[in-house]
């Protein structure tokens, strides 16, 4: 991997200062082409050997270019799995991801925790291959989303960080650079240089490979890297192709011969008068708000997701969840159109803003299925985003719950005759007009596109993890109970599960 | 302060029923009109006694109107002083502040550590006067900044709480309402409700009063706090007057007689050879980094603030500055015009949202000091916000400091002959030419107004606790070596004050 790194390539001064100036120009030019254009975002990682460059380059960058625009994050080792209380190991680079236009600079990034751990514990094979898959199906997200991923790897020998060392330790001026930990490290290369190698080889995709960098000489580490960065910010300029769906996927199965649909074979006829409502409400928001408490879910999270047709009852069911919740553990996040904030980023982005710390409930109204739902039935995505996005949601749901979250799901199933008097019972009451609208009563005419898309959406999403509760809600009463007890009774196969 | 919401409001069913929906819709249209209008915010504080009604009538405004433009946020008691890794106390509030035209709702705000504090040891009075003062002045500038501020104060007798609890207690479906917490909370209700009434009557201000509603009977409460919001929000679709200046203000100073000015009479002449200058930054470079490893500064964080004419040298100094430092311990702002969600926010909130942790460093190019500076001379703000924002500003850098920063403010002085001879350099060189701009040559004509801006910037903002340092910049090598050795020393007085 690093053969080509080790022969020594040099620069001399005069070149250097030759080239410099042509290519902090172009690098110029291509960055606010890059802004203007607002086409894609450039995220650069830095990775390698310490001491080959990481920081000099980084600097360099911002040097070079207009820092405004330039986001440098590096991070600090994980402690283990208690970091960002409960959240999942890629939080925190959700939160730092670019906004198109803008570059991004990250080193201590999602490869420095898996390639250190196996290089200290060389024997868990299998979770050092499952963190490079989890990063393979990120990058390929990223990617997808049109990000232009510029993977950086700056080598050195194990002699050149030797020399080096000692070199910085002779000069009293420059002694003070060099710490125990430098030394440590140089004890630990060559294992760290296998780990590297591997988790190279396994990442290095045709969308985003790894460029190794010879590290040794500064001018000619320095040239290398800005003409890597000018190539990616050129690229950026261009509107992303719409990633093709791939030609090995499947066919998009047909229609069921005889015209059914899960929602249609579902039982709508459930319902419960006033009276026992009332009790069994109370006594199901009692028995949750025991439930919350419990000691064994005091590293749990709670993620709940409410889908369902226009007028099913999200909002009302929420309400009847939080009564029973103290507010200072949960928040409601209603979603709607992205705003541009969040056009500016990958999908899923403005979902792991929200994800819970320990202890603390999300509850989502209308949640990143919009993907599989309305984007898809309007076409307010491509086809290939919406096809990929089953994979990118279980994968989603799937970091969470091994961070310790619990994923609730619950489709509303109403039927088009109970939505319409809904419907009608809106206009006519002052207060509620502002919740049916022009596209209402457009998506109503789609029903038969939306009910084909829930059908693939349960399908292809309820998993193990993170099933989907199918909840009959022509009955309000019926159907806010239901949810309260499928959620008591998902908490409480969680606690035995722990105790 | 509470006796008129003792005597036991009420409103009876039919009433209530008549006036909710006539209620709801004109919140509603309210609502809608605030969100289009664009103008302001408007803040709801729900306090009071526990019992009376706080949490549902949170439940109940998010239930009246779209929530989707509502941003309700519960806070935990802050555990000491520990919390938010040093953040100042009024950091969290800043960070869930609702942009213009939406409204938010907060309770567990500010008023409650210091009330709850205040009765569990009533004979720390001076610190409690501080924390109201500190409200007063925080909830001063946000009405100043066109917020509207709803303070509800939700009210209840002893009797009435002790009668509350034994109610839900009796009736098996609803005791899990009732928690051992309640009951020790009413053993505390005179202590609380005595620190409560003089906070009430310390931060009842005319821009800013405390409603004070009778939390006993649901329907009497739900209707009066409704009505209030209705106000608040009518009020919030007018623009918001420009806060007038104080008519008790002292008149603007005039120029000095003799027309000298704090930079024309400052000593330029200070030079530094490149071989001294290299020599000294290494050193320099090398104490810093000692010095921000140094276990007294553990609970620490370093805010740093560049401020200079235009090319005074601030990036290329502050690069000087973090070649000394961990990549992962700090981050440089650059500080442009605001954009559309910091323009939705009061002035100093995006400088609040990076304050740094205990060990972090933060560093702006430019900062909240552009109020006094490009917004005051080119008139990008009124009058009356430039002349409170010293204040405002001094506050600010004190409540940093109370957390445990130490904030460094650093004018790069150059002479205008030197600045020209920059901007000319720069234009003669391409991938410089970016950096300067037909403004840069507009702001050098106005240099008198700018100076004179500094001036009363430099008198009214040095203070003990965040004095500026004057460095003559017009030779960078001995501006750069001097801006590491004041900050190395601010840093060993740390250090010693610790010690």
Redesign the interface.
Known sequence: MFESAEIGHTMDRKAYKNAE?AL??AL?QAQ?KLLEAGHRAVVVLINGVDGAGK?ET??LF???M???HIR?E???ARPGDQADNGRPAMWRFWQVLPPKGHVGIL??NWYTDPIVQHAMEPDKKGRFQARLEEIRAFERMLTDEGVILLKLWFHMSRDGVRNRLKALEKDP?????VTPADWERLEHYSAFVQSSSKALRKTSTGDAPWLVIDGSDPAYRSITAGQHLLAALQLGTQPAADAPTSHHAAPQAPPPLDGRSLLDSFDYHRTLVRKDYR?QL??L??RL??LLRAPELKKRSLVLVFEGMDAAGK?STI?RI??AM???HY??V?V?APN??ERAQPYLWRFWRYLPRWQHTIIF?RSWYGRVLVERVEGFCSESAWIRAYDEINAFEEQQTEAGALVVKFWLAITPEEQLKRFEARQA???KL?KITPDDWRNRDKWPLYARAVDDMIDRTSTDIAPWHIVASDCKLWSRVEVLRLLCERLEAAVQHRA
């Open positions: 100036p902090r120009e110029l606010f920081g980084a600097n911002n040097e070079w207009d820092p405004r440098t590096a991070f600090a080193f201590g001026k420059t002694a003070w650079r009790d109370e006594l928001q009692g708000n025991g909002g309400r939080t009564q103290d507010a200072r928040r409601v209603p709607a541009e904030a109204d009451t002052p207060h502002y």
